[in-house]
């Protein structure tokens, strides 16, 4: 019994390590055992026994796992649409590859337009190095600014073009060549080079006891501040002191203008009020002489009215005579000051000289910047400092540093323009399509505008004034509000309803605009051509409304 254990021991044992040595080389026993009958019956049995227990295992795996799969399958198809998991794969490879392609063809256009900025650069340089004798300034700045605008569109598509290209601040296989750190930046509308160190100036040293009566006359305000502004040379000339003349003959300057800034400027007493005049001179003052720069269409150009009203401010005068015979005030000749000297030069200590607004004399001297008087300021005659201020304050609160001012006169404008050859009175539309062109190349937001015009016309050129899409303001003084605080100081002082204040007002706002368009033919604009000249604030691009054209339609004469 215990051999036959032995043995079965053994022979269970050379099974198992046979099957789990399948790989090692089989082992022969050499025991005659080894053959009997028995143990090669056992040895059978014991194998089906074991590939049925473990067929048995895998068979009941299966069918588990049949049964759990689509259990889990299910769910899945029910939630997911599989159609979109292979079509999602398509169209990535897709897109990559048109994605490619737009990258490539983004930076080929981005290659063509660096070279073609390269090329404007170079005609940049080697066109303005210098300008051409044959062009005029203003020419010459508007094929510049044309170049420079085509410099800074290029410029524009690069940086568009290269925006998905970009990683953080650097700029992939390519670069932008910017103009304005290059030198190429270019201010069109720049403030103009007035060389006030070369002015050609007089001395105003008045004489002890000589005055000098000023009479102006004709037109509006405007007319009256350039013949007073001719007065002052007179009176530089002939080294007398000017009287300003009495509001009750003429404006209220002290409104308008501060008297003693001009002595100031001067640095002596030469201009001196009406009243401060009939004081030194009792109440009662004699002009000795009284001259006529004009003899016609009538003598000094002044009627018996005002004759009369100078006769009741207590000034008793001789009879007029004319400088020359035959001065007319529609055709002024030249005049130097050596005629000047000539004719109104004398030892009376009270002259007067009548209107001088069209005076021709020594032109080149008169209008340059400053004026032809020395003195330590930008300009003689300039507005009050409350004027001033208050100009200030509503640029402040409504405009703004850059903006264009625009003079548009329209009442009774329409005759006077039509009398002239060209006319000067444009239509709503071609004065927009004008003021259009200026907003664009001076690059300006909003505009100012002073006008007489109706609303019907306003509204209509607000309507049409408009850039790349976009309406420009356009911008007057509003009535009066309260809670606005730019004009308190006029109504502090009682001067709010003055129609000249608020000229003057008008005028120094629009001298002091970036750019400024005035209306050919107004001696309102020409005083503000004047302020900006003075104060250094005129541009390159100041001109007149559709300055170079005429009006595409004017009507006939009545």
Same mark, same amino acid.
């Given at each position: 019994?215990?051999?036959?254990?032995?043995?079965?021991?053994?022979?269970?044992?050379?099974?198992?390590?046979?099957?789990? #040595?399948?790989?090692?080389?089989?082992?022969?026993?050499?025991?005659?055992?080894?053959?009997?009958?028995?143990?090669?019956?056992?040895?059978?049995?014991?194998?089906?026994?074991?590939?049925?227990?473990?067929?048995?295992? *895998?068979?009941?795996?299966?069918?588990?796992?049949?049964?759990?799969?689509?259990?889990?399958?299910?769910?899945?198809?029910?939630?997911?649409?599989?159609?979109?998991?292979?079509?999602?794969?398509?169209?990535?490879?897709?897109?990559?590859?048109?994605?490619?392609?737009?990258?490539?063809?983004?930076?080929?256009?981005?290659?063509?337009?660096?070279?073609?900025?390269?090329?404007?650069?170079?005609?940049?340089?080697?066109?303005?190095?210098?300008?051409?004798?044959?062009?005029?300034?203003?020419?010459?700045?508007?094929?510049?600014?044309?170049?420079?605008?085509?410099? *800074?569109?290029?410029?524009?598509?690069?940086?568009?073009?290269?925006?998905?290209?970009?990683?953080?601040?650097?700029?992939?296989?390519? *670069?932008?060549?910017?103009?304005?750190?290059?030198?190429?930046?270019?201010?069109?509308?720049?403030?103009?080079?007035?060389?006030?160190?070369?002015?050609? #100036?007089?001395?105003?040293?008045?004489?002890?006891?000589?005055?000098?009566?000023?009479?102006?006359?004709?037109?509006?305000?405007?007319?009256?501040?350039?013949?007073?502004?001719?007065?002052?040379? @007179?009176?530089?000339?002939?080294?007398?002191?000017?009287?300003?003349?009495?509001?009750?003959?003429?404006?209220?300057?002290?409104?308008?203008?501060?008297?003693?800034?001009?002595?100031?400027?001067?640095?002596?007493?030469?201009?001196?009020? @009406?009243?401060?005049?009939?004081?030194?001179?009792?109440? =009662?003052?004699?002009?000795?002489?009284?001259?006529?720069?004009?003899?016609?269409?009538?003598?000094?150009?002044?009627?018996?009215? =005002?004759?009369?009203?100078?006769?009741?401010?207590?000034?008793?005068?001789?009879?007029?005579?004319?400088?020359?015979?035959?001065?007319?005030?529609?055709?002024?000749?030249?005049?130097?000051?050596?005629?000047?000297?000539?004719?109104?030069?004398?030892?009376?200590?009270?002259?007067?000289?009548?209107?001088?607004?069209?005076?021709?004399?020594?032109?080149?001297?008169?209008?340059?910047?400053?004026?032809?008087?020395?003195?330590?300021?930008?300009?003689?005659?300039?507005?009050?400092?409350?004027?001033?201020?208050?100009?200030?304050?509503?640029?402040? *609160?409504?405009?703004?540093?850059?903006?264009?001012?625009?003079?548009?006169?329209?009442?009774?404008?329409?005759?006077?323009?039509?009398?002239?050859?060209?006319?000067?009175?444009?239509?709503?539309?071609?004065?927009?399509?004008?003021?259009?062109?200026?907003?664009?190349?001076?690059?300006?937001?909003?505009?100012?505008?002073?006008?007489?015009?109706?609303?019907?016309?306003?509204?209509?050129?607000?309507?049409?004034?408009?850039?790349?899409?976009?309406?420009?303001?356009?911008?007057?003084?509003?009535?009066?509000?309260?809670?606005?605080?730019?004009?308190?100081?006029?109504?502090?002082?009682?001067?709010?309803?003055?129609?000249?204040?608020?000229?003057?007002?008008?005028?120094?706002?629009?001298?002091?605009?970036?750019?400024?368009?005035?209306?050919?033919?107004? #001696?309102?604009?020409?005083?503000?051509?004047?302020?900006?000249?003075?104060?250094?604030?005129?541009?390159?691009?100041?001109?007149?409304?559709?300055?170079?054209?005429?009006?595409?339609?004017?009507?006939?004469?009545?």
């Amino acid at each position: 019994m215990d051999r036959h254990s032995s043995d079965e021991d053994d022979d269970r044992q050379t099974l198992i390590h046979q099957n789990d #040595t399948k790989h090692l080389p089989r082992q022969i026993s050499t025991s005659p055992r080894a053959s009997t009958a028995p143990r090669s019956g056992f040895h059978i049995e014991e194998l089906e026994s074991q590939i049925r227990r473990r067929f048995k295992l *895998t068979f009941n795996k299966r069918y588990l796992f049949a049964i759990f799969l689509p259990l889990v399958l299910i769910p899945i198809f029910l939630s997911t649409d599989i159609r979109s998991l292979f079509s999602s794969n398509i169209s990535s490879l897709k897109f990559n590859k048109v994605s490619d392609q737009l990258k490539e063809s983004q930076l080929q256009a981005l290659y063509l337009l660096n070279q073609q900025l390269t090329s404007l650069l170079s005609l940049w340089n080697h066109t303005f190095v210098n300008s051409n004798d044959n062009v005029s300034a203003v020419q010459f700045d508007d094929i510049k600014a044309s170049l420079l605008k085509q410099i *800074t569109l290029n410029k524009h598509i690069q940086q568009t073009l290269l925006s998905p290209h970009k990683t953080g601040s650097t700029l992939q296989n390519a *670069t932008v060549l910017d103009p304005a750190y290059a030198g190429y930046s270019f201010d069109r509308c720049r403030k103009g080079d007035l060389k006030f160190s070369e002015r050609r #100036t007089i001395e105003w040293k008045p004489k002890p006891n000589k005055f000098l009566f000023a009479i102006c006359l004709s037109g509006q305000m405007s007319n009256h501040l350039i013949c007073l502004e001719k007065h002052m040379f @007179f009176a530089a000339v002939l080294n007398r002191a000017l009287v300003i003349p009495s509001s009750k003959f003429d404006y209220q300057y002290n409104r308008v203008l501060d008297t003693e800034h001009i002595n100031d400027c001067v640095g002596k007493k030469a201009v001196i009020p @009406f009243e401060d005049f009939m004081e030194m001179k009792k109440n =009662h003052a004699h002009i000795d002489r009284f001259i006529c720069y004009f003899s016609s269409p009538q003598p000094c150009y002044v009627d018996e009215e =005002h004759l009369k009203k100078l006769r009741s401010l207590g000034i008793s005068m001789g009879k007029l005579e004319s400088a020359w015979k035959n001065e007319d005030i529609k055709k002024p000749s030249q005049k130097t000051i050596k005629d000047l000297e000539e004719k109104f030069a004398s030892d009376d200590d009270v002259i007067a000289i009548g209107d001088v607004f069209f005076a021709e004399m020594e032109r080149d001297w008169v209008t340059q910047p400053g004026g032809p008087i020395a003195h330590k300021c930008k300009t003689l005659i300039e507005p009050s400092k409350l004027i001033l201020l208050t100009a200030q304050r509503f640029i402040q *609160t409504f405009l703004g540093s850059n903006f264009i001012a625009l003079h548009f006169r329209r009442h009774g404008f329409l005759k006077f323009c039509n009398a002239k050859k060209p006319s000067c009175f444009y239509p709503i539309p071609q004065a927009a399509d004008c003021i259009t062109r200026m907003v664009e190349r001076a690059n300006t937001p909003i505009i100012y505008l002073s006008t007489d015009a109706a609303e019907s016309e306003t509204g209509l050129l607000q309507s049409m004034v408009v850039l790349n899409g976009k309406t420009i303001p356009l911008v007057k003084r509003p009535p009066r509000n309260s809670a606005e605080k730019w004009d308190a100081l006029l109504y502090r002082h009682g001067i709010e309803d003055d129609p000249q204040v608020e000229a003057m007002l008008d005028k120094t706002i629009c001298a002091m605009a970036s750019v400024f368009i005035g209306a050919p033919g107004s #001696t309102f604009t020409e005083d503000i051509l004047r302020l900006r000249k003075d104060w250094g604030t005129a541009s390159l691009c100041d001109e007149y409304l559709c300055q170079g054209e005429g009006p595409n339609f004017v009507a006939g004469e009545e």
